[in-house]
């Protein structure tokens, strides 16, 4: 108990040692390359909007005990085989990137089946296994791709297709297709389909419980829809509409109003506790409202913002433009993998993670559920890499797969994670810091050493570098497990 | 108190089963009156672990044929397929090793698997999978299950930290946070637990029968029936010796009905004994010899064994008694003094013992006694190459393996051992139960050793060859010399060949006794009841 | 009807009968096109002594206990490394040596170098070790990244080390080691030439061949001594030996250091086959291509034989040989043989592991 009043920072600084060797390094890269952070900042931006959603798929299989899904190189082949077809049909904007996830999806879905069954045969070897299996899907990828399109199924596309008509080029331009199709959805088209998404999703509730014949709190369901239609409503005001008509949101704003709605959310959550604490019964258990914490969120808030005006971040922050609807994908993603493990199939898939044994004898389908996390981490990061995809604007056929489940991975254990456990706030800390590295150490490798090359092969080599460590710190505490376990009993013996 | 009427909650008739034409259950019966604490007592491999299997429909019991017999609960005939039909019969298992996730709360192992949620717009739509969890519901009935044991714990801690005692109480919680539960089995519960936490367990135990609830309490302790059961159910070698009320009856009654008066000749003795054993000359001499073997910890033994005698070291399974002759070998850690012949052992030092001329047949053929993809050859020749350099040949600076010199000596072996083989290249895996006991004991005696522990001897061969390596070890000890120590649960086989046999309980030398002591005795010293005290012989 | 197939496919499970029939396949179509056979042959000839080192040193590791060992870039560095410092001496080009004879003063570059690489990977081998010991049960996986890792890192190395001669820089202004290496002037071909001769269009590397049998032969020595015995003793099952008073990390990093330093005998010898050093990404797949050629030979990650090495590395490398050609004649200059070789290697390992119950338990 003692131990949680004293703050040991030696601790804290163990625990995060692999966050804070990163950061380290990161800054002294970031110094030694000589860029200003106005380069710096703006470049990360746009990294983390198209890789956060990969490495977010990563969350999943890692809960459930399967370790870093080496796989997901095979969840990123089923959004390549898709946006290639779309693409071949010619569809184009938001409607065509709507059609290429929906048709990645089943095809992902398949795969992702098929490599949990595989996995299953497998149990303990999943990463070296995901690894190979990714090489081996690679074989098959270059095999529809070169040989099946064209050569076995005719396609008549002088854009896509060689020369020869068997095979598809090496590039394929996306400029006039699905680019920035995602980036570019009005914030203000945003709202609008959330409004009638919640009206949909509360008629849809309530209908249910009318034909199951539960009672309904109309009350509620009023409110939410009111609550709805008032923020939708506000769009319509002039200044807002302007200010929403945008696609991007400028940093600056973004910050502005994140400290705007923490505040508000802390004065929500004090009116409501005030509001239950007046009608509380014994029954329920209120949690003692914690001030403390309150005051130093608004008091944080404030501090960020007034941050905002001193001249060099002002810089920074108005130099960057976030793409609204892919940050928006992305929080929605993190508060799926939260949400996902508060469900029974969530907690299912925890306990499968922490002991397969017992998950066995509470009655869980232990295999069943390990498929189930492995078509949801393949879906995931079939879509996380449509949105790579978008963004970057070009399709490198046969190669912007190939480190996908690499660097992902190695962004995910930057940030802290390890292979048995990894949440939403070590991933995208780890993309902050891994691409920062990445960014910079070309340049730092040039200042340095006179040569960018350099740079390129550290970075490369940090990638393996932190994987490897990784793994031989999960297998090194595996194999010790059972020695200090008898130690323990040994000098409990002596005791 | 109601005894007239006799209703049972639990009525098992006539249990029988047979693996694979082996009898190991010989028409049992068990019966459980609500709210008892039921004993349920034999020595390892008297059927308690199948019965139990039965009770809760294991698969291992029926894809092996199913059992004879009729089960009941509260009265009506049942038949348990599954452990499901188990669970839904209200029939509870808090096992002995715990079944519990450290990562997890208190709240969420209690409620694995059978987690409560309320619905949601996903999971109408998904199904029940994705229904959201209720955790304050979850919360309740976690406290409620901790209260009915008396257990003062936050029910939101990790059990992570918690210590061992308190693990147990929350297994179970788990059990009887279970509906309906009427009948909860505790497999040997005490076996991991200090004395003080055993205590609360009874308590515990007495509390949670006192609410209706029977218990069947599987274990060795004698002290421990006598304190807490209610009436108690002896089987010895798969066959029902009694039911008894604990009132009716005593420890010594119990110990003698564990062990049996029966005393078949395991080995023919025509061999006139010509030793003359020296009570000077020490083979072996443990002074508080202690072994960190998970499951067989041995806990500071001071014991010593003649030159040229057969010493018998017997006890229950999980006592220590196989810690023993592990950590002489090296296999575990050991500390203490060990002295070979009056020289002292260096633990630390692997092969130590062997460069003592001591020698080792393992308890667990399949994992440690052979290499089961290797030859016969290999496997007998393999230990003496490494250890003293036979069957080796020099060129240049190289030791090869000599080839012929193997080959004559494995096929000595075989012809000397009858091991049944079709030559001596056959994997030693493809072999049956008592020709890899054979391979093994080959391998210890080409070792040509002084002292030769031979553990479990008899585990899991047939009796035709059972009697062969018996007589082979005491031909041994007569003709050459040798000293041997048997390790083996079997106390009948103990008692045909030893000179003297000690009983291991609870990791200490419970005593020493004669082959011809009483099985009161043996019965007592094997339950504990004499924990690590007296000493004749 | 039982089907006739079914016995031989348990026996060598599915994987490996579809890759010696795709191997008939190829030698049948290669006969159909009016392929030169002849010519097929002697590529096969060359690549089997070419990668048969290299898939030799899977043998200590697999019987020492550590598995598929994915990590011997770890000695091709070490082998590299040898192969650079005999080109950057021109050992080769010593005129005492060429005096002599030219084909000797290769043959005292190539083996000097070999010489040079077996002490640094016999270094890098023991400290390799002894990670391997601490991380038992997940060697594979680890093995697989530590060998992507140090292969990363010499990436750095081969632009920062002091390398001089002009053989090994890139000409001009660039920084550091070149791509490729030629060995033209150093010890290209120095084994398949000597005492090469060529029967009925075949030609016959013979000491190319001759050199590989010697490893081959050395390792089957080692494999018979007292410490062999006792190093697969225990890789297959450590408890029996530790009864029999053997020191297991011990003998696993013995293993370990004999596969290392077989890697970097292995890779030079591929090189001079070759007629190039390949610095930088080349060597990375390596450890793939060389537990894909044991396990096609009927090796699995607890069990490997010479005769797997030497059956799995004609198997897998007849097919690259005679595939190139005959995907040509089907699909003029594309890379089909890549792909095959992709699905083929890949598809093999994957099959040995899911072939893996419970990870590294014994039985």
């Known amino acids: ?495 | 108190m109601e005894k007239a009427k006799e209703t049972y909650v639990l009525k098992m008739d006539n249990i029988a089963k047979e693996y694979y034409g082996n009898r190991v259950l010989k028409g049992v019966n068990l019966h459980i009156r609500p709210g008892e604490i039921h004993a349920l007592m034999g020595e390892n491999g008297a059927g308690k672990s199948t019965l139990m299997n039965i009770l809760f429909g294991m698969p291992v019991i029926h894809t092996t044929g199913g059992y004879e017999g009729t089960i009941e609960v509260n009265g009506s005939a049942v038949t348990i397929d599954t452990p499901l039909k188990a669970m839904e019969l209200g029939i509870g298992m808090v096992h002995q090793e715990f079944m519990l996730i450290p990562g997890f709360s208190v709240t969420e192992n209690i409620k694995v698997g059978r987690e409560k949620s309320v619905p949601n717009l996903a999971s109408r739509l998904f199904g029940p999978s994705m229904e959201s969890l209720d955790f304050k519901a979850m919360r309740k009935d976690a406290r409620k299950a901790l209260k009915t044991i008396g257990l003062q714990i936050e029910e939101y801690v990790k059990v992570a930290g918690l210590p061992v005692g308190y693990m147990q109480f929350i297994e179970i919680a788990r059990e009887l946070d279970k509906t309906g539960i009427q009948i909860l089995v505790f497999d040997e519960p005490t076996a991991v637990l200090t004395e003080s936490e055993a205590d609360r367990l009874l308590e515990a135990m007495r509390v949670i029968s006192s609410q209706g609830i029977a218990i069947i309490f599987i274990t060795h302790r004698l002290d421990e029936v006598m304190a807490v059961a209610d009436s108690m159910t002896i089987l010895r070698d798969g066959e029902f010796v009694a039911r008894k009320e604990i009132k009716d009856t005593d420890v010594v009654e119990i110990a003698e009905l564990m062990i049996g008066r029966k005393m078949e000749k395991l080995v023919d003795n025509d061999q006139e004994d010509l030793r003359a054993i020296d009570d000077s000359q020490i083979a072996v001499s443990l002074r508080d010899y202690r072994v960190n073997m998970p499951g067989e910890q041995v806990k500071g033994i001071d014991l010593d064994i003649k030159k040229g005698e057969i010493f018998g070291i017997g006890g229950l399974a999980g006592q220590g008694k196989l810690g023993i002759p592990n950590g002489i070998m090296g296999l575990y850690k050991a500390h203490g003094q060990v002295k070979i012949n009056g020289q002292e052992l260096n633990l630390a030092k692997l092969g130590d013992a062997l460069d003592h001329k001591v020698a080792f047949v393992s308890e667990d053929r399949r994992g440690v006694g052979l290499l089961l993809d290797e030859s016969i050859e290999q496997n007998i020749i393999f230990s003496a190459m490494q250890t003293n350099g036979k069957f080796l040949k020099k060129i240049g600076w190289m030791q090869l393996y000599d080839a012929a010199a193997g080959k004559s000596h494995a096929e000595e072996m075989v012809k000397t051992l009858d091991i049944r083989c079709t030559g001596i290249r056959q994997p030693a895996g493809a072999l049956s139960g008592g020709n890899q006991q054979k391979v093994c004991l080959a391998r210890a005696l080409t070792l040509e050793p002084d002292i030769l522990f031979v553990s479990e001897p008899t585990r899991g061969i047939d009796i035709g060859a059972k009697k062969l390596v018996l007589e082979y070890l005491a031909k041994l000890n007569r003709e050459q010399g040798m000293t041997v120590i048997i390790v083996s649960s079997e106390l009948m086989e103990l008692r045909s060949v030893a000179d003297r046999i000690g009983i291991v309980s609870d990791g200490k030398l419970a005593c020493i006794l004669k082959p011809d002591d009483s099985d009161a005795d043996f019965g007592l010293a094997m339950s504990g009841a004499w924990k690590g005290g007296r000493k004749d012989a | 009807m039982r089907n006739p197939l079914k016995p031989l496919v348990e026996k060598f499970g599915l994987p490996r009968v579809i890759i010696v029939s795709f191997f008939l396949f190829l030698i049948a179509a290669a006969g159909m096109f009016q392929m030169n056979l002849m010519q097929l042959l002697s590529d096969c000839l060359r690549r089997w002594g070419m990668y048969g080192i290299l898939a030799l040193a899977m043998v200590p590791a697999v019987q020492c206990g550590i598995g598929l060992n994915f990590g011997i870039s770890m000695g091709i560095v070490g082998g590299l490394l040898g192969g650079l410092i005999v080109i950057q001496f021109r050992v080769a080009e010593m005129p005492s040596l060429v005096a002599v004879h030219p084909l000797f003063a290769m043959w005292v570059a190539v083996l000097l170098a070999i010489v040079i690489g077996v002490l640094l990977a016999t270094g890098i081998g023991y400290l390799y070790g002894l990670l391997l010991n601490r991380v038992k049960g997940s060697e594979m996986t680890v093995t697989t990244y530590v060998g992507f890792s140090i292969i990363a890192f010499m990436n750095m190395m081969w632009m920062l080390l002091p390398f001089t001669d002009g053989e090994l820089i890139w000409p001009n202004a660039g920084k550091g080691l070149r791509n490729t290496i030629s060995l033209a002037a150093s010890f290209s071909n120095v084994m398949n030439k000597t005492l090469a001769f060529t029967i009925g269009g075949v030609t016959v590397p013979t000491g190319l061949l001759l050199f590989f049998f010697l490893m081959c032969f050395l390792v089957w020595l080692f494999m018979r001594s007292k410490t062999g015995m006792a190093m697969s003793a225990a890789g297959a099952n450590p408890m029996f030996a530790t009864a029999a008073g053997i020191n297991v990390n011990k003998m696993r990093i013995i293993g370990t250091v004999l596969s290392t330093v077989l890697a970097a005998v292995g890779i030079l010898v591929y090189a001079q086959g070759f007629g190039f050093i390949q610095l930088y990404n080349g060597p990375m797949m390596m450890g793939f291509t060389s537990v894909a050629a044991v396990l096609i030979g009927g090796a699995s990650p607890r069990k490997a034989r010479i005769a797997h090495v030497l059956i799995g590395t004609f198997l897998f490398q007849g097919i690259m040989a005679l595939g190139l050609p005959v995907a040509n004649q089907f699909i003029p200059e594309s890379n089909l043989s890549e792909v095959a070789r992709l699905i083929i290697s890949n598809g093999i390992i994957i099959y040995a592991l899911s072939q893996v119950k419970g990870g590294s338990g014994r039985e």
């Open chain 1, 1 to 495: 108990m003692n131990k949680k009043s004293k703050f040991n920072v030696w601790d804290f600084l163990f625990q995060n040692k692999v966050v804070l060797m990163f950061l380290v390094l990161c800054i002294g890269a970031t110094i030694a390359s000589k860029q200003p952070l106005t380069f710096v900042i703006p470049e990360l931006f746009t990294r983390i909007a198209r890789n956060s959603f990969i490495v977010l798929s990563l969350i999943i299989p890692v809960i459930a005990g399967m370790g870093l899904n080496f796989g997901i190189v095979i969840g990123a082949m089923a959004a390549q085989v898709a946006i290639f077809f779309t693409t071949y049909w010619g569809l184009t904007g938001i409607g065509g990137f709507a059609a290429t996830v929906a048709l990645s999806t089943p095809i992902a879905v398949f795969f992702g089946f098929l490599v949990g069954k595989l996995f299953n045969y497998m149990k303990g070897n999943e990463m070296i296994g995901g690894l190979v299996l990714g090489y081996f899907a690679e074989g098959l990828y270059q095999l529809l791709f070169l040989f099946i399109f064209g050569g076995v199924i005719k396609l008549n596309n002088s854009d896509l297709m060689i020369a020869t008509g068997v095979g598809v080029k090496n590039t394929i331009d996306l400029k006039d297709t699905v680019k920035y199709a995602l980036d570019t959805v009005p914030m203000l088209t945003i709202v609008e389909v959330g409004f009638y998404l919640t009206l949909i999703g509360l008629g849809c509730s309530a209908a249910f419980k009318v034909v199951k014949k539960q009672a309904v709190d109309w009350k509620a369901v009023a409110v939410k829809a009111v609550a709805a239609a008032v923020v939708y409503g506000l769009t319509f005001i002039k200044p807002v509409e302007r200010f929403l008509s945008a696609d991007r949101l400028l940093l600056l704003s973004a910050v502005e109003l994140g400290c705007l709605l923490t505040v508000l959310w802390q004065a929500f959550l004090f009116a409501r506790w005030k509001m239950l604490s007046k009608r509380a019964d014994e029954d329920s258990i209120l949690e003692p409202l914690n001030t403390q914490k309150m005051i130093a969120y608004v008091a944080l808030a404030a501090v960020v913002y007034g941050l905002t005006y001193i001249p060099a971040l002002y810089k920074v922050l108005i130099a960057v433009k976030l793409p609204v609807m892919t940050y928006l994908c992305i929080g929605a993603l993190c508060g799926f993998n939260n949400i996902l493990m508060r469900t029974r199939l969530g907690q299912n898939m925890r306990t499968v993670g922490q002991s397969r044994t017992v998950a066995n004898a509470a009655g869980i389908n232990v295999d069943k559920t390990r498929v189930i996390a492995m078509i949801f981490s393949t879906v995931l990061a079939s879509w996380g890499q449509l949105i790579f995809l978008q963004n970057v604007g070009t399709l490198s056929t046969y190669g912007a797969h190939t480190q996908v489940g690499q660097f992902a991975i190695a962004a995910l254990l930057v940030g802290g994670a390890s292979v048995q456990n990894a949440t939403n706030k070590q991933a995208l800390l780890g993309i902050v810091l891994f691409h920062t590295l990445f960014i910079v150490s070309p340049l730092a490798g040039k200042e340095l050493f006179g040569d960018p090359a350099i740079g390129e092969y550290f970075r490369v080599f940090v990638s393996y570098g932190v994987i490897a460590m990784s793994l031989a710190m999960h297998a090194w505490k595996k194999a010790s497990k059972p020695k200090l376990e008898s130690d323990g009993e040994g000098s409990a013996e002596a005791a």
